[in-house]
């Protein structure tokens, strides 16, 4: 019995996948909702499922890293699920700004040096190995929805910056170029990776089954560009922020705009995907893609209303949060369900039939 679950949880490991930071980052950016709406309470104990979460995650990838490094480098040349490393950069900025909020600073800035040299070294590498190097060529037909994770991990660098910057006056200078450089990076990005999932959209034939949850992931691009750039409007005078103070929040508006656009487009194509062509909804790390955009969509809208005094922006950002909220309830709920049928229940059928309960 104890040898069967083991061989679960290794199978488990074994087959991560990369982009399950995602759930850091999906219970982090609600929590940080919750916690600027004053809801104090609901938002501490999202903030413990998070940081829980964030460790168990960290645990589990180290073990893969270790003992099961054959398809970790499967995973770093797939350009369908390699971008999903960057949830790791994005996870460990979003978890230290909840922190931040807690009053934990010294634990935001050691995360963020950790996701700085995780985004400077993954950005060349990711797409290097991925794309550059993947005998596969053209690699259109592989442009998808994930690679805007590439986008929220620079933006969340710029966020977690502009964080700790009213806190070390010392690092002002520092942290402001590395503000406006992560959020430059992030918006050139943004059009880069967009030209290409849509030139993929236009040219190749689209199915209902390739529309998966990661496509949310362009409009929490969109949204954390318009978080990223409000904190950087709120930050002190430096020259950095002085030089592009006014170019960030016309570009954060429209962004704002962007987002809210993709929306109706984003639950369209779901509607497509499961209702008219009866996909079934089934539990995978990537549903976490789609709750990090909610999250993110309320939390740049009520940031934003407030640097940019938009108070209408402001209260739709407010509204939305409790629809994100009830998302990720769902969810969860979904994936402890998962996760109790694959990994904690016994099952020796499966396990001498040699299936994979990932």
Do not use: K
């Not at 990776?193 to 691009?221: C, N």
């Amino acid at each position: 019995m104890r040898s069967a679950w083991l061989g679960r949880v290794q199978r488990g490991v074994r087959g991560l996948n990369p982009g399950y930071f995602a759930l850091v980052m999906a219970t982090g950016i609600i929590s940080v909702g919750l916690q600027l709406g004053g809801f104090v309470i609901l938002s501490g104990l999202m903030s413990i499922i998070c940081a829980v979460a964030f460790g168990v995650l960290v645990l589990l990838t180290v073990w893969r890293l270790l003992s099961y490094r054959a398809e970790l480098r499967r995973d770093l040349t797939d350009p369908d699920v390699a971008f999903g490393f960057f949830t790791v950069v994005a996870g460990t900025n979003v978890l230290g700004v909840r922190l931040a909020l807690a009053g934990a600073h010294r634990t935001t800035a050691i995360l963020l040096v950790v996701s700085g040299i995780l985004w400077f070294v993954l950005g060349y590498v990711i797409p290097w190995v991925a794309l550059l190097g993947n005998p596969h060529r053209p690699l259109l037909d592989r442009a998808n929805g994930s690679w805007f994770v590439w986008v929220v991990a620079s933006q969340s660098v710029a966020i977690a910056s502009a964080t700790l910057e009213p806190v070390y006056r010392g690092l002002r200078p520092g942290l402001a170029v590395v503000a406006v450089l992560s959020w430059s990076v992030g918006v050139f990005l943004y059009g880069l990776v967009g030209l290409l999932v849509v030139a993929r959209l236009l040219i190749h034939r689209l199915r209902p089954i390739d529309l998966t949850p990661p496509y949310w992931v362009a409009m929490g691009a969109a949204s954390i560009t318009v978080l990223a750039g409000a904190r950087i409007v709120e930050m002190a005078d430096a020259p950095m922020v002085q030089a592009t103070r006014g170019l960030v929040a016309g570009l954060a508006v429209v962004f704002w705009a962007l987002a809210t656009w993709l929306i109706p487009a984003l639950l369209a194509a779901g509607w497509w995907r499961h209702v008219t062509h009866r996909i079934p909804f089934t539990y995978d790390a990537t549903w976490w893609s789609v709750i990090f955009p909610l999250g993110m969509y309320a939390v740049a809208g009520i940031y934003l209303g407030q640097a940019d005094r938009l108070p209408l922006v402001g209260d739709i950002g407010g509204t939305e949060l409790w629809v994100a909220f009830a998302a990720w309830v769902a969810v969860l709920g979904t994936m402890i369900i998962h996760l109790v049928r694959t990994v904690f229940r016994s099952r020796p059928e499966a396990a001498e039939a040699g299936h994979d309960d990932r």
